[in-house]
Structure formats: structure tokens, C-alpha cells
């Protein structure tokens, strides 16, 4: 495996040559006056007056019912945090990259300049109906839970923060193989969490609404509980359901007699003792590019089952297993947002493709390559809906 400065050296020479990873292409061509007439003037005013008299006609007679917006204000770009919109684009046209290798889906980079929330609500919305679904990305927390919810209630299409929900699904499609590899048992967890941003807020609450057990996270000041100080909005909603007994004090105070730690936070914040007095523990450390505790450590400490968000150790948990797919299926059946039954059946379909027969403690999840999983979890996500 290559070393992460040999990998930044090659990618930074790999952009360089290319001058963008994504590009626009006809899907018709124009090389007589017919095709003029019919591709642009004066044919094309006829599916103008077509979509003037019904506007669900947009759907069928342009190409939005497979094109996806992904928005960024740069602002949490992977680990590299406010960067700005400009030094987002690499990561934008990358996942649109994605969207189209992976589910079949056009996608478009947007990089806008603001931080104000109204200024990007409005924004986004103005844009909308050239799309067929927003995915927002790499936008920082507290920030981005209002950013979503307006634009759910605004827009007529699905709106879908990937940091957060995509996080969720796939981490909770790698627990549930993990509950069942290890035998133990969904509703008595004890799942500790590290990090309580956009990501880990919603992973805490996918794992709390699909009844794994008792959720308690911890941000920078410990383990977040009901009436505890510094908190904000969203951290205070997550008090009110999580932490049944709760527990205070520090990460490793919390992760005493734990069945799941779950991290989404920084590097080297997890100790081989602290997984030692875990109660036979799930591992998902999953900080990039170093986890919050590296793999053959925690598996030394008595970790059974150990995850990571690294491409070069097993069981690694990407959100390329989610988007693609639910975006694909939700388009499919022009459903106008994706739904908290979508992002379950999402989570359940990407567990399925593990049969027990390929079920081990290196093999909870599937690969982040295997382009079959998208089309699983668009039927999935299709099937919940019903118009």
C-alpha cells in the first residue's frame, strides 16, 4: 500500500492532467439543419409549452429526472475543515464522479460563497427545479442541520445531507452484521459514540430510531447527557433520547462495559485499554486519514470486529455503498424527499449483500467497489415509496 505522501503526490499529478474529473457530453448530436430544428430551435419551444401546461413534463422531457446537484460551502471538506468553496471543488467533482460510476447518476458540482444560512437556502432553492435531488456536502455543523431542514420544507425534491444520513446508513448496515456475526443482541447495546457533529448526531440517532440499544456520545467535554452546559440545539435534542443512565465524565469513562464504539471524531483519542474494558467489543473507528485508534491495535486490546473508514484495512465504511443507490431509487420513483423508512431500508439492503456464508469478522460490509450494491439499495429505496 502506498504511502499517504506518495498517494497526495500522485493525486495532486493525477488533477493536474486532467484539469477537472468530470465533464459535460451530449447525449444527442446536432450535424444536420433537422437536428437543429428538433434539438434547438424551433422544435424545442414545443417541450417549453409541454412543461409550461404541466410541470411534472419536466420530469420526462429533460434530463433532471437523473441529475443531481452536490452543494458544498466548503466550509467541512473532509478532514481539511473551512477551506472555502473554491478549494472544495476537487471533492465535489469527485463524488459526482461517483454518483455516475457507481448509480448511473448525473451529478453537478456547486461550490457557493457564503456562510450566512438564509443567503444558502435561498441560494439552493432558487436553483432547484434544474435538478432532481440536492445532496449537500462537506457544510459544518451546527450550520448544516438547519441548512437541510429548510430546504426539505422549501424544495419539491429530495434533499439529502450526506455527511450526515450517508455516515448513518452505512454505518448501521456494517453494525447490524456485526450484531450478528458476534451474537449479541439488538436492543440491549450499549453503543458509545465519539463525535457529536453532523455525522456522529446522526449516526447516534439512525442507531437509537432502528432500536440497537442505548446511544451515549461524547463530544471534546465527555459524554453528553440531559442539562449538561455547552451544548447547542442539536446536541440538546440528542440529550432528550440518548443516554438512558446518564453517564458522565470523560470517552473512557463511557466506553467502560461497552458492546459498540462508534467514532467519527480525530486521531489516536481511543487507547488498546480503553477497547479492553469494552464488554467484547464492536470497533468502528472510522476518523480519516488516522482512526481513532488504528485496527491491528484495537484487535490486540479483544476487539472482535473492528471497522474503519480507510481503504487498506477491512470492513471499510464508505459512503459510496449509500448515495449513489438511494438517490438512484428515490429519482426512479420521483419521490419528493428521502424518507427516515427509506434510510432503514437503505441500511438493511446494504447488510443483505453479506450472506451468511461470507459473514466474518474481516467481511461485515460490502466492498466499497462493488458497483452491484447501488442497484439493491434503489430498489429498496423505491419500494418504500408509494405515490
Known amino acids: 500500500m502506498a504511502s499517504t505522501q506518495d498517494t497526495n503526490a500522485r493525486s495532486l499529478e493525477l488533477h493536474e492532467r486532467l484539469r477537472g474529473k468530470i465533464e459535460v457530453t451530449s447525449r444527442a448530436q446536432a450535424r444536420t439543419a433537422d437536428d437543429l430544428a428538433l434539438l434547438y430551435t424551433p422544435g424545442v419551444a414545443e417541450p417549453c409549452r409541454a412543461i409550461e401546461a404541466d410541470y411534472q413534463r419536466s420530469w420526462d422531457l429533460t434530463r433532471r429526472g437523473n441529475l443531481v ?54 441560494t439552493i432553492y432558487l436553483i432547484s427545479k434544474s435538478f432532481g435531488g440536492i445532496n449537500l456536502e462537506d457544510i459544518a455543523a451546527p450550520r448544516c442541520f ?40 439488538m436492543g440491549e ?12 448526531i446522526a449516526i447516534a440517532n439512525l442507531l437509537l430510531d432502528m432500536g440497537f440499544g442505548d446511544v451515549i456520545a461524547c463530544d471534546r467535554h465527555g459524554a453528553i447527557y440531559e442539562g449538561r452546559d455547552n451544548l447547542n440545539i442539536a446536541k440538546m435534542a ?26 467519527v471524531s480525530g486521531p489516536g483519542l481511543v487507547t488498546r485499554e ?19 485508534i ?72 460490502p466492498s466499497a467497489l462493488d458497483k452491484t450494491v447501488a442497484d439493491v439499495v434503489a430498489n429498496a429505496v423505491a419500494s418504500c415509496y408509494q405515490r
Open 238 to 263: 440528542f440529550a432528550r433520547v440518548s443516554n438512558a443512565g446518564g453517564v458522565r465524565g470523560s470517552l473512557a469513562d463511557a466506553m467502560r462495559g461497552a458492546d459498540v464504539f462508534v467514532g
Open 274 to 292: 480503553m477497547v479492553a474494558s469494552m464488554n467484547d467489543g464492536i470497533v468502528f473507528a472510522m476518523a480519516n486519514p488516522t482512526p481513532e
Open 146 to 185: 438547519e441548512i437541510e431542514r429548510r430546504l426539505k420544507e422549501l424544495c419539491d425534491i429530495p434533499v439529502f445531507h450526506d455527511d450526515q444520513h450517508g455516515t448513518a446508513i452505512v454505518t448501521a448496515a456494517g453494525l447490524l452484521n456485526a450484531v450478528r456475526l458476534t451474537g449479541k443482541r
Open 294 to 365: 488504528m485496527p491491528e491495535e484495537a484487535l490486540s486490546a479483544g476487539a472482535r470486529v473492528v471497522a474503519t473508514g480507510r481503504s487498506d484495512y477491512p470492513n471499510q465504511i464508505n459512503n459510496v455503498l449509500v448515495f449513489p443507490g438511494i438517490f438512484k431509487g428515490a429519482l426512479a420513483c420521483r419521490a419528493p424527499q428521502i424518507t427516515h423508512e427509506m434510510e432503514v431500508a437503505a441500511a438493511h439492503a446494504i447488510a443483505s449483500m453479506v450472506s451468511d456464508e461470507l459473514l466474518a469478522p474481516d467481511h461485515i460490509i
Open 69 to 122: 446537484a452536490v452543494i458544498t460551502d466548503g466550509t467541512a471538506v473532509l478532514g481539511l475543515g473551512d477551506i472555502g468553496p473554491a478549494a472544495g471543488m476537487p471533492v465535489m467533482e469527485g463524488k459526482c464522479l461517483l454518483f455516475k460510476e457507481f448509480g448511473g447518476v448525473d451529478a453537478f458540482p456547486l461550490c457557493i460563497d457564503t456562510h450566512d444560512v438564509d443567503e444558502a437556502v435561498r
Open 189 to 200: 447495546l450499549k453503543i458509545v459514540m465519539s463525535g457529536a457533529g453532523a455525522a456522529g
